[in-house]
């Protein structure tokens, strides 16, 4: 459930348990400190008492002193006896005054220990004694001084006898203390062994929780960062969490995924660019052959072509004049010899012809010309040839296309494809070319279900003298020449086939309109990854 907390939600848990364990800890601490403090004050409270009892009994003590002088004497008090007694009954009265202020005030401040009660009786005790000692003094001198004299001794043997209670009281007090003081001890250090042990284990939980929520997912974060900063692509950074932090995790994947597909295109564009740049310095050289060396090839070649035929009609001559049986089959070798001298010349002039037509290029005035008529032209004068006649040629014209064209390229073009098609299959194999128009382009397709080609092959099918031909009667230019043809016209060409005995489908793509650029030679690929034009 936590796990799909936001970030902000998890940290205030955090802090709120953080500040729950902070008030335990401080409540504790403070209420001990506090209750020391009582304990403290209630004690120099205790010990203030103490002064006030010993006051109180001293001036008994001096009152008995002057009682007993007086006693001795037997005679009524003067005014000066009066007045010496009441000085002493007024301290005697002031102390105790004092002792049941102080008993008032600690009670006021609660710093009690003990019940005060008992004490505050003896102290009223203490004063009605010393008024009816206040009182027998008077009456001293007005009858039997002797029985006041009685009166005032006992009143102050009661004052002496409770004065002398109050310190056993506040002792008893302070022995009561111990046992109230180690109950609240025992309980406090109780609970501040709950409170401890309470606080450690939420901090613990807290540790836990931060590193769970916070610490671990950024540590993955990091680290996945760094491996794809060093990079592996490939790594997928994984949170256990649904929150902020996966939610940056999953951007940075996608990020790393867009990244990795954009390298993968960039790296695909400089093996293309490569290619491009190696196919055109081949094509240049091959221009460059075609240009400087095929008229001076083509010369020698007519002249061997022309010895040969001549020689082949002299030696017919001569074997209408010669009736010997003995020469007949040296001169059949010699037949043979010339008419294949004859036939390889004229190959290599074709070759050389091919070359020509290779090196032309050029602007050449394009128009909108229709397509169907192109390819059926082309299919009517293929499928009468004697060596392909035993195989299938069909053609599936699905929309009239029309596009911007020179015609004799283009059926030129047409007429690559298809004599490779049909050379690439077997007897009673099946050709299909379509056709099919929309407003942007047109599509021209030659499929096939014949010796299909390798990644390797798909890769060289447009290299300049390429050929797979058994015979070696190719000169590997065809489709280098239909290459340069469609790239003029500023279309493509897709090779495609799914491997050996597989089948090969080549797709043209033609502008239907001026605006696609001539002369711009460059290769994509299609969706299985082949090469394309």
């Given at each position: 459930m936590f796990s799909r907390w936001s970030i902000r939600y998890k940290l205030t848990l955090c802090l709120a348990m953080l500040i729950a364990i902070v008030g335990a800890l401080s409540f504790s601490s403070f209420q001990g400190v506090y209750s020391y403090r009582r304990l403290a004050r209630s004690i120099s409270t205790r010990a203030k008492e103490l002064p006030l009892a010993e006051a109180?009994?001293?001036?008994?003590?001096?009152?008995?002193?002057?009682?007993?002088?007086?006693?001795?004497?037997?005679?009524?008090?003067?005014?000066?006896?009066?007045?010496?007694?009441?000085?002493?009954?007024?301290?005697?009265?002031?102390?105790?005054?004092?002792?049941?202020?102080?008993?008032?005030?600690?009670?006021?401040?609660?710093?009690?220990?003990?019940?005060?009660?008992?004490?505050?009786?003896?102290?009223?005790?203490?004063?009605?004694?010393?008024?009816?000692?206040?009182?027998?003094?008077?009456?001293?001198?007005?009858?039997?001084?002797?029985?006041?004299?009685?009166?005032?001794?006992?009143?102050?043997?009661?004052?002496?006898?409770?004065t002398a209670q109050l310190p056993r009281i506040l002792q008893n007090r302070m022995d009561s203390l111990v046992d109230e003081v180690r109950l609240q001890y025992r309980t406090w250090i109780v609970i501040t062994w709950l409170t401890s042990i309470t606080a450690a284990i939420l901090l613990i939980q807290v540790f836990r929780m931060v590193h769970a929520w916070i610490v671990r997912p950024f540590g993955k974060l990091i680290t996945g960062s760094r491996r794809v900063a060093n990079g592996d692509l490939e790594y997928e950074i994984v949170t256990?969490?649904?929150?902020?932090?996966?939610?940056?995790?999953?951007?940075?994947?996608?990020?790393?995924?867009?990244?990795?597909?954009?390298?993968?295109?960039?790296?695909?564009?400089?093996?293309?660019?490569?290619?491009?740049?190696?196919?055109?310095?081949q094509l240049a050289s091959v221009g460059f052959l075609a240009a400087g060396v095929s008229h001076e090839i083509n010369n020698p070649l007519a002249t061997i072509a022309m010895c040969a035929e001549s020689l082949e009609t002299r030696v017919t001559e001569l074997i209408a004049q010669t009736t010997s049986p003995q020469n007949d089959e040296q001169i059949n070798i010699i037949q043979k010899y010339l008419k294949q001298i004859q036939q390889e010349a004229f190959r290599c002039k074709g070759i050389t012809e091919q070359l020509l037509d290779f090196s032309r290029g050029g602007d050449i005035q394009r128009q909108s010309t229709e397509l169907s008529p192109i390819i059926q032209d082309t299919v009517d004068m293929i499928q009468h040839l004697g060596k392909y006649k035993q195989k299938q040629l069909a053609v599936d014209i699905k929309s009239p296309a029309t596009a911007m064209v020179h015609s004799h390229e283009i059926k030129q073009v047409v007429l690559n494809l298809v004599t490779n098609a049909l050379d690439s299959i077997s007897r009673h194999g099946h050709v299909l070319i379509t056709l099919d128009g929309n407003n942007s382009s047109a599509t021209i397709t030659v499929s096939d279900d014949g010796c299909g080609m390798t990644e390797e092959v798909l890769e060289q099918v447009f290299e300049p003298f390429f050929t797979r031909q058994q015979n070696k009667q190719g000169t590997g230019l065809g489709l280098s020449i239909t290459y340069r043809i469609i790239s003029e016209h500023g279309g493509t060409i897709t090779a495609a086939s799914l491997g050996n005995d597989q089948g090969s489908v080549f797709t043209v793509k033609l502008p239907v309109t001026t605006q696609a650029l001539t002369n711009k030679r460059g290769y994509e690929h299609d969706e299985r990854g082949h090469q394309v034009a």
């Amino acid at each position: 459930m936590f796990s799909r907390w936001s970030i902000r939600y998890k940290l205030t848990l955090c802090l709120a348990m953080l500040i729950a364990i902070v008030g335990a800890l401080s409540f504790s601490s403070f209420q001990g400190v506090y209750s020391y403090r009582r304990l403290a004050r209630s004690i120099s409270t205790r010990a203030k008492e103490l002064p006030l009892a010993e006051a109180i009994n001293q001036n008994s003590d001096d009152l008995q002193t002057l009682l007993n002088t007086y006693r001795n004497d037997d005679a009524p008090l003067t005014k000066i006896a009066i007045s010496r007694f009441s000085d002493h009954l007024d301290l005697i009265e002031s102390s105790a005054l004092q002792y049941n202020l102080q008993l008032s005030t600690s009670q006021q401040e609660g710093e009690i220990i003990g019940n005060i009660h008992q004490e505050q009786e003896l102290i009223r005790a203490i004063n009605q004694q010393v008024q009816l000692m206040r009182q027998q003094i008077h009456r001293s001198n007005q009858g039997n001084a002797l029985e006041s004299y009685d009166v005032v001794g006992g009143a102050l043997g009661q004052v002496k006898l409770r004065t002398a209670q109050l310190p056993r009281i506040l002792q008893n007090r302070m022995d009561s203390l111990v046992d109230e003081v180690r109950l609240q001890y025992r309980t406090w250090i109780v609970i501040t062994w709950l409170t401890s042990i309470t606080a450690a284990i939420l901090l613990i939980q807290v540790f836990r929780m931060v590193h769970a929520w916070i610490v671990r997912p950024f540590g993955k974060l990091i680290t996945g960062s760094r491996r794809v900063a060093n990079g592996d692509l490939e790594y997928e950074i994984v949170t256990d969490t649904v929150d902020e932090v996966s939610e940056l995790a999953l951007a940075m994947n996608n990020m790393t995924r867009n990244f990795k597909l954009i390298r993968d295109d960039l790296d695909r564009q400089v093996k293309i660019r490569t290619q491009e740049a190696i196919r055109s310095e081949q094509l240049a050289s091959v221009g460059f052959l075609a240009a400087g060396v095929s008229h001076e090839i083509n010369n020698p070649l007519a002249t061997i072509a022309m010895c040969a035929e001549s020689l082949e009609t002299r030696v017919t001559e001569l074997i209408a004049q010669t009736t010997s049986p003995q020469n007949d089959e040296q001169i059949n070798i010699i037949q043979k010899y010339l008419k294949q001298i004859q036939q390889e010349a004229f190959r290599c002039k074709g070759i050389t012809e091919q070359l020509l037509d290779f090196s032309r290029g050029g602007d050449i005035q394009r128009q909108s010309t229709e397509l169907s008529p192109i390819i059926q032209d082309t299919v009517d004068m293929i499928q009468h040839l004697g060596k392909y006649k035993q195989k299938q040629l069909a053609v599936d014209i699905k929309s009239p296309a029309t596009a911007m064209v020179h015609s004799h390229e283009i059926k030129q073009v047409v007429l690559n494809l298809v004599t490779n098609a049909l050379d690439s299959i077997s007897r009673h194999g099946h050709v299909l070319i379509t056709l099919d128009g929309n407003n942007s382009s047109a599509t021209i397709t030659v499929s096939d279900d014949g010796c299909g080609m390798t990644e390797e092959v798909l890769e060289q099918v447009f290299e300049p003298f390429f050929t797979r031909q058994q015979n070696k009667q190719g000169t590997g230019l065809g489709l280098s020449i239909t290459y340069r043809i469609i790239s003029e016209h500023g279309g493509t060409i897709t090779a495609a086939s799914l491997g050996n005995d597989q089948g090969s489908v080549f797709t043209v793509k033609l502008p239907v309109t001026t605006q696609a650029l001539t002369n711009k030679r460059g290769y994509e690929h299609d969706e299985r990854g082949h090469q394309v034009a």
